[in-house]
C-alpha cells in the first residue's frame, strides 16, 4: 500500500501530496482512522479525494493510504434483504459496532463471508464457459433463486465444478483454464467498480410494460420493463410516496431502492415498513427480493454521491442473471447536488447554477445502465428500470437536473403542486406528462386488455384535453353558453379525474389496481359516457342526466375487488337502465 500525507481539509475533500501512483476513482484510507475515500482529481503528485465521512479532526501530515482499486460492490448471495449506507455497508452491523449514524472508519464488507450458502452446481465440467454463464444456483432467499455466473472479463474451459454443498461465499467453486493457459478460481462473490457499468450481450427496446397497479402510470403513461422514467416535482407533490408504491407493486422481481440524501424519518419509514410489507405476488415479505440503499441527509455528502452507483451497481448484477430489476432513486437532486459541492470544492469551472459542466453526461450515463437485455454468457433476457424522482428547489422546471433528466428519460411523470394542494393524488398532471413508449407496448396491450384499449385510452386523454379548454371558454364566457355535448365532456372528464386517475396509496383496495380492473373502470365511465350522449340527442336534458343515482356505482368502483367483473356489468346495467327510463320520459315529453 502506497502512502501519501495530507495536505489540505476542505469539508469533505482531502488534497493530499507524495501520490505518484494515485489513479483516478481509486479508493483510499484517509489518516489512521481510516475514513474511506475515492480520488476524484489528480493534479501532478497530488491526489484530490472526496472523502465519505466526517473529516473532523484531520489535518496537514496525516497519513493517505491508497488501495489501487476502484469504488466497487461485493456482488453476490446475501444482498437481498440488505439495508446498505451508500458504499455497502450494512446499515445493521454498522450500527452495532459503531451506535446510531457514527461510521467513521468501520470498514464493514457488504457481504457476510462466514455464511454457508447451499451451492447447487449447474454447468458440467468441460463445457465452455465465459463472462456471465451460469455455473449454478443458490436459493438466496425464499423468493430469490441466485445464478451464480462466471465474472466478466473470464472465458475458457470449465475444468472443474465442486459437488452440491454448503460453500462460503470465498471458498472456489469452479475452475476455468483460460486462452492465456492459466487457471482461474471462481467464487459465488465477485467485485464490481461502481463506476463502471456490467456488460451486457444486446440491448433491446422494452417491448413489455412494468406494471405498477397505479392507474394513471399503467393506463396513460407506462414506464417499459427495461426503460427510464422520471418524477419530478415540487416540494411534498408525492413524489416519495410514488416510489414507494413502485417498490412495493411494481412486477419487478428484483427491486433497488435508493434513498438519496432524503431527510431520516422518510428512510425510516421505509427501513420499518418495508420489512413488514408483503409481496402482493407471493404473500412472502416484500424485503426477500428487495435492497434497500440508505443515504439520509445527515450522512455526509460524498457517500450520497457513491450511493446511487452502488444501487445501480447491484441492480445490474440480478438483470445479468435474467431478472427484471427496478430501480428507485430519490432524489436525483439530492445526488447532483453532492457532485455540486464536490465540484465546487475542486474550483472547477461551474456551468449552470454551480452545477459542474459535466452533470449532464453524468445523469445520462446513470440512466443508460437501464435496458432490457440480452444477457452475457447465456440465452436470457433481463431488464433494469431506472425511475428517478427529482426535487427541484421551488418546482422550477428549467433546474439543470430536470432538463438534463428529461433529455435522456422516456418517461415524464409530472407533478404538479396545483393538484397536490387540491390533494388530487397522484398529482402527476395528466396534460404534462408523457411516455415515449405507449407505442412500443401496442402490441403487449392488445394481447392482454384486447384491441380496443388503445382506443378507449386514446378517447379519455383527448377527453381530458378537451376539458382543459372547454373550462377555459367557461371562465371567458360562462358555462351556460356551453353546448349540452360539451356540458357532457365536462361531466366525463371530471368523472376521468375524480374516479379513475384519483387513486389513494393509502387505501388498502385503492392502493394497487391490475391492469384488467384498469380496463374495467374505465370502461364503465367510457360507456356511460355514450350511453349519456346518445341520450342526449334523444333529448334527455344533460342537468337530469348527470345526477342519475347510479353514477355512485362509478365512483365506488375503486373499491371493488380484485377479479370481480359483475361488479362492473351491474354497474353498467344500472346506469343504461337509468338513462334508459329518462330516454323514455323525455320521448314522451317530445310527442306531447
Ligand atoms: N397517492 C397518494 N395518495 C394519498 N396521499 C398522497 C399520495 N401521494 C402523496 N400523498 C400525500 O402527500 C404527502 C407528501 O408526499 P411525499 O412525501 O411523497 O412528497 P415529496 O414530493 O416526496 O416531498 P419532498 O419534496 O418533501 O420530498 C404525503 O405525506 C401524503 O399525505
Ligand atoms: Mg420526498
Same mark, same amino acid.
Given at each position: 500500500?502506497?502512502?501519501?500525507?495530507?495536505?489540505?481539509?476542505?469539508?469533505?475533500?482531502?488534497?493530499?501530496?507524495?501520490?505518484?501512483?494515485?489513479?483516478?476513482?481509486?479508493?483510499?484510507?484517509?489518516?489512521?482512522? +481510516?475514513?474511506?475515500?475515492?480520488?476524484?482529481?489528480?493534479?501532478?503528485?497530488?491526489?484530490?479525494?472526496?472523502?465519505? =465521512?466526517?473529516?473532523?479532526?484531520?489535518?496537514?501530515?496525516?497519513?493517505?493510504?491508497?488501495?489501487?482499486?476502484?469504488?466497487?460492490? =461485493?456482488?453476490?448471495?446475501?444482498?437481498?434483504?440488505?439495508?446498505?449506507?451508500?458504499?455497502?455497508?450494512?446499515?445493521?452491523?454498522?450500527?452495532?459496532?459503531?451506535?446510531?449514524?457514527?461510521? +467513521?472508519?468501520?470498514?464493514?464488507?457488504?457481504?457476510?463471508?462466514?455464511?454457508?450458502?447451499?451451492?447447487?452446481?449447474?454447468?458440467?465440467?468441460?463445457?465452455?464457459?465465459?463472462?456471465?454463464?451460469?455455473?449454478?444456483?443458490?436459493?438466496?432467499?425464499?423468493?430469490?433463486?441466485?445464478?451464480?455466473?462466471?465474472?466478466?472479463?473470464?472465458?475458457?474451459?470449465?475444468?472443474?465444478?465442486?459437488?452440491?454443498?454448503?460453500?462460503?461465499?470465498?471458498? %472456489?467453486?469452479?475452475?476455468?483454464?483460460?486462452?492465456?493457459?492459466?487457471?482461474?478460481?471462481? +467464487?459465488?462473490?465477485?467485485?464490481? %467498480?461502481?463506476?463502471?457499468?456490467?456488460?451486457?450481450?444486446?440491448?433491446?427496446?422494452? /417491448?413489455?410494460?412494468?406494471?405498477?397497479?397505479?392507474?394513471?402510470? /399503467?393506463?396513460?403513461?407506462?414506464?417499459?420493463?427495461?426503460?427510464?422514467?422520471?418524477?419530478?416535482?415540487?416540494?411534498?407533490?408525492?413524489?416519495?410516496?410514488?416510489?414507494?408504491?413502485?417498490?412495493?407493486?411494481?412486477?419487478?422481481?428484483?427491486?433497488?431502492?435508493?434513498?438519496?440524501?432524503? &431527510?431520516?424519518? =422518510?428512510?425510516?419509514?421505509?427501513?420499518?415498513?418495508?420489512?413488514?410489507?408483503?409481496?402482493?405476488?407471493?404473500?412472502?415479505?416484500?424485503?426477500?427480493?428487495?435492497?434497500?440503499?440508505?443515504?439520509?441527509?445527515?450522512?455526509?455528502?460524498?457517500? &450520497?454521491?457513491?450511493?446511487?452507483?452502488?444501487?445501480?451497481?447491484?441492480?445490474?448484477?440480478? &438483470?445479468?442473471?435474467?431478472?427484471?430489476?427496478?430501480?428507485?432513486?430519490?432524489?436525483?437532486?439530492?445526488?447532483?447536488?453532492?457532485?455540486?459541492?464536490?465540484?465546487?470544492?475542486?474550483?472547477?469551472?461551474?456551468?449552470?447554477?454551480?452545477?459542474?459542466?459535466?452533470?449532464?453526461?453524468?445523469?445520462?450515463?446513470?440512466?443508460?445502465?437501464?435496458?432490457?437485455?440480452?444477457?452475457?454468457?447465456? /440465452?436470457?433476457?433481463?431488464?433494469?428500470?431506472?425511475?428517478?424522482?427529482?426535487?427541484?428547489?421551488?418546482?422550477?422546471?428549467?433546474? %439543470?437536473?430536470?432538463?438534463?433528466?428529461?433529455?435522456?428519460?422516456?418517461?415524464?411523470?409530472?407533478?404538479?403542486?396545483?393538484?397536490?394542494?387540491?390533494?388530487?393524488?397522484?398529482?402527476?398532471?395528466?396534460?404534462?406528462?408523457?411516455?415515449?413508449?405507449?407505442?412500443?407496448?401496442?402490441?403487449?396491450?392488445?394481447?392482454?386488455?384486447?384491441?380496443?384499449?388503445?382506443?378507449? &385510452?386514446?378517447?379519455?386523454?383527448?377527453?381530458?384535453? /378537451?376539458?382543459?379548454?372547454?373550462?377555459?371558454?367557461?371562465?371567458?364566457?360562462?358555462?351556460?353558453?356551453?353546448?349540452?355535448?360539451?356540458?357532457?365532456?365536462?361531466?366525463?372528464?371530471?368523472?376521468?379525474?375524480?374516479?379513475?386517475?384519483?387513486?389513494?396509496?393509502?387505501?388498502?383496495?385503492?392502493?394497487?389496481?391490475?391492469?384488467?380492473?384498469?380496463?374495467?373502470?374505465?370502461?364503465?365511465?367510457?360507456?356511460?359516457?355514450?350511453?349519456? +350522449?346518445?341520450?342526449?340527442?334523444?333529448?334527455?336534458?344533460?342537468?337530469?342526466?348527470?345526477?342519475?343515482?347510479?353514477?355512485?356505482?362509478?365512483?365506488?368502483?375503486?373499491?371493488?375487488?380484485?377479479?370481480?367483473?359483475?361488479?362492473?356489468?351491474?354497474?353498467?346495467?344500472?346506469?343504461?337502465?337509468?338513462?334508459?327510463?329518462?330516454?323514455?320520459?323525455?320521448?314522451?315529453?317530445?310527442?306531447?
Amino acid at each position: 500500500m502506497s502512502q501519501g500525507r495530507i495536505l489540505k481539509v476542505a469539508g469533505p475533500l482531502v488534497v493530499a501530496e507524495g501520490m505518484p501512483e494515485a489513479r483516478m476513482y481509486d479508493v483510499v484510507y484517509v489518516s489512521d482512522f +481510516r475514513l474511506i475515500g475515492e480520488i476524484i482529481e489528480i493534479k501532478g503528485d497530488r491526489a484530490s479525494i472526496q472523502v465519505y =465521512e466526517e473529516t473532523g479532526g484531520l489535518g496537514p501530515g496525516d497519513p493517505v493510504y491508497s488501495t489501487g482499486e476502484p469504488l466497487s460492490v =461485493e456482488l453476490g448471495p446475501g444482498l437481498l434483504s440488505s439495508i446498505y449506507d451508500g458504499i455497502q455497508r450494512p446499515l445493521d452491523k454498522v450500527r452495532a459496532q459503531a451506535g446510531d449514524w457514527i461510521t +467513521r472508519g468501520i470498514n464493514i464488507p457488504g457481504l457476510d463471508h462466514e455464511r454457508l450458502w447451499d451451492f447447487v452446481p449447474t454447468a458440467k465440467p468441460g463445457s465452455s464457459v465465459s463472462g456471465g454463464s451460469m455455473l449454478g444456483t443458490v436459493q438466496e432467499t425464499d423468493l430469490i433463486e441466485h445464478r451464480v455466473m462466471v465474472p466478466p472479463g473470464i472465458a475458457g474451459e470449465l475444468l472443474d465444478m465442486v459437488p452440491a454443498g454448503r460453500y462460503t461465499i470465498d471458498s %472456489p467453486v469452479a475452475k476455468i483454464r483460460t486462452a492465456s493457459g492459466s487457471v482461474a478460481d471462481v +467464487r459465488m462473490c465477485q467485485k464490481w %467498480p461502481v463506476r463502471k457499468a456490467r456488460p451486457v450481450g444486446e440491448k433491446m427496446a422494452p /417491448d413489455e410494460p412494468m406494471v405498477t397497479g397505479q392507474r394513471i402510470i /399503467d393506463a396513460f403513461f407506462p414506464v417499459g420493463k427495461g426503460g427510464t422514467a422520471c418524477v419530478p416535482g415540487p416540494f411534498g407533490s408525492g413524489k416519495t410516496v410514488i416510489q414507494h408504491q413502485l417498490a412495493k407493486w411494481a412486477d419487478a422481481e428484483i427491486v433497488v431502492y435508493v434513498g438519496c440524501g432524503e &431527510r431520516g424519518n =422518510e428512510m425510516t419509514d421505509v427501513l420499518q415498513e418495508f420489512p413488514e410489507l408483503q409481496d402482493p405476488r407471493s404473500g412472502k415479505p416484500l424485503i426477500l427480493k428487495t435492497v434497500l440503499v440508505a443515504n439520509t441527509s445527515n450522512m455526509p455528502v460524498a457517500a &450520497r454521491e457513491a450511493s446511487v452507483y452502488t444501487g445501480v451497481t447491484i441492480a445490474e448484477y440480478y &438483470r445479468d442473471m435474467g431478472y427484471s430489476v427496478a430501480l428507485m432513486a430519490d432524489s436525483t437532486s439530492r445526488w447532483a447536488e453532492a457532485m455540486r459541492e464536490m465540484s465546487g470544492r475542486l474550483e472547477e469551472m461551474p456551468g449552470e447554477e454551480g452545477y459542474p459542466a459535466y452533470l449532464g453526461t453524468r445523469i445520462a450515463e446513470f440512466y443508460e445502465r437501464a435496458g432490457k437485455v440480452r444477457c452475457q454468457g447465456g /440465452d436470457r433476457t433481463g431488464a433494469l428500470t431506472i425511475v428517478g424522482a427529482v426535487s427541484p428547489a421551488g418546482g422550477d422546471m428549467s433546474d %439543470p437536473v430536470v432538463q438534463a433528466t428529461l433529455r435522456v428519460v422516456k418517461v415524464f411523470w409530472s407533478l404538479q403542486a396545483r393538484l397536490a394542494y387540491m390533494r388530487h393524488f397522484p398529482a402527476i398532471g395528466w396534460l404534462e406528462s408523457y411516455s415515449l413508449y405507449v407505442d412500443n407496448l401496442g402490441e403487449h396491450y392488445a394481447r392482454e386488455l384486447g384491441g380496443d384499449w388503445a382506443g378507449m &385510452r386514446d378517447r379519455s386523454i383527448a377527453l381530458l384535453q /378537451d376539458e382543459a379548454n372547454l373550462l377555459e371558454i367557461a371562465r371567458l364566457v360562462g358555462a351556460e353558453s356551453l353546448s349540452a355535448e360539451d356540458q357532457l365532456t365536462l361531466y366525463t372528464a371530471r368523472s376521468l379525474r375524480e374516479d379513475f386517475l384519483h387513486q389513494i396509496a393509502f387505501h388498502e383496495v385503492d392502493t394497487y389496481c391490475s391492469p384488467s380492473k384498469q380496463k374495467a373502470m374505465l370502461g364503465l365511465i367510457m360507456q356511460t359516457h355514450e350511453a349519456m +350522449r346518445a341520450a342526449l340527442a334523444a333529448g334527455v336534458p344533460p342537468r337530469s342526466l348527470f345526477e342519475i343515482m347510479s353514477r355512485e356505482s362509478v365512483a365506488r368502483a375503486r373499491y371493488a375487488p380484485e377479479g370481480a367483473p359483475e361488479y362492473f356489468e351491474k354497474a353498467l346495467a344500472d346506469i343504461r337502465a337509468e338513462i334508459a327510463a329518462l330516454s323514455a320520459a323525455a320521448s314522451v315529453e317530445g310527442a306531447r
